[in-house]
């Protein structure tokens, strides 16, 4: 089965968060960014301008995978752009 990935603007990611409620977050022993409705104990929420600049330094995108957002570095990900 093959999902679609979709690259999403900061704008984008943002309007679909807060309609489901969503905020970005970072989980402190990996190092792993995420979006999470409630940061857990291990997690620590993150402004949208802190995810700005992380996504800038660390080379990352937010992409949206079979439904779900995923915060990822840019390499090594194939991105399908949608036909219409």
Request: aromatic content about 6%; overall charge positive; glycine content about 6%.
């Amino acid at each position: 089965m093959v999902r679609k990935i979709r690259v999403l603007n900061l704008s984008e990611a943002k309007r679909i968060a807060l309609m489901q409620g969503l905020s970005p977050c970072i989980t402190k022993e990996t190092d792993k960014y995420t979006f999470a409705k409630q940061a857990g104990a291990d997690q620590k929420k993150l402004s949208w301008a802190e995810l700005e600049q992380v996504l800038s330094e660390e080379k990352m995108a937010i992409y949206e995978i079979g439904g779900y957002m995923k915060i990822l570095k840019k390499e090594g990900v194939e991105v399908k752009e949608k036909s219409e």
